[in-house]
């Protein structure tokens, strides 16, 4: 069964910091990856999403992720924060099986 | 123009009620999802439906059953309701693709007293 792991379960940074938040995957066959963001009191939105090609990936508001096979990573970056970033992050992954799995979800405050 | 519209938003109701949670999308995306939010913000999923049929079943309690009339509903039906079931419950639709992502409605956040 496929399964995301997320190492930080909560980051705070400053304004102006580079972000970079880890998304590890276990899966056996190929998968499709995505990062969702939820703001305070709203519902999941779509960040970016991997299939194929260029490994590394730009989404909205400035955000992008690469893909390393190797290391069954799909890592979250963003290289300067702003206040309005401090959301909860989701990494997720869907398989053959057509099914999305989530990871646990990391908090990121971005102090002013 | 809401694309996955679920109601209510809020529900609020005693212990040993039976409530439901209706959700709407009209991308006419092929499979729905109902996935179940805890207070740690864990996301787990509890049922998909593909074109009106079960396609995933996970080992919630069968308190809880989905009905889905036609492909762009899907609702939750959930019987004696127990203060464990408070969370906040996400409807989701997604086209058969896997390129494609999950388009979230906005949630319901039940509350069990």
């Known amino acids: 069964a496929q399964s995301v792991s997320q190492h930080n379960h909560h980051v705070i940074l400053s304004e102006a910091a580079s972000l970079e938040l880890g998304c590890n995957y276990s899966?056996?066959?190929?998968?499709?990856l995505f990062w969702y963001v939820q703001y305070p009191g709203q519902h999941l939105q779509l960040l970016l999403k991997y299939f194929s090609g260029d490994p590394l990936v730009k989404g909205i508001k400035g955000f992008e992720a690469e893909f390393i096979k190797s290391k069954f990573s799909f890592n979250l970056r963003k290289p300067s924060v702003q206040w309005s970033d401090t959301a909860e992050y989701f990494c997720a992954v869907r398989g053959n099986n057509n099914d999305m799995r989530f990871g646990a979800g990391t908090r990121l405050t971005v102090k002013p | 123009d809401t694309a996955v519209s679920q109601t209510p938003k809020y529900l609020v109701t005693q212990m040993g009620n039976d409530k439901s949670i209706k959700c709407e999308q009209n991308l006419g995306h092929d499979t729905m999802y109902w996935y179940k939010q805890d207070s740690k913000k864990f996301l787990k999923i509890m049922f998909s439906y593909n074109n009106k049929e079960l396609i995933i079943n996970e080992t919630v309690p069968n308190r809880f059953s989905p009905k889905s009339p036609d492909k762009a509903h899907l609702n939750l039906h959930i019987n004696s309701l127990e203060l464990g079931d408070s969370a906040v419950y996400f409807c989701?639709?997604?086209?058969?693709?896997?390129?494609?992502?999950?388009?979230f409605g906005s949630g319901t956040r039940l509350t069990v007293v």
């Open positions: 989701a639709s997604s086209p058969q693709a896997r390129l494609a992502g999950y388009t």
């Open positions: 899966y056996g066959g190929t998968v499709n």
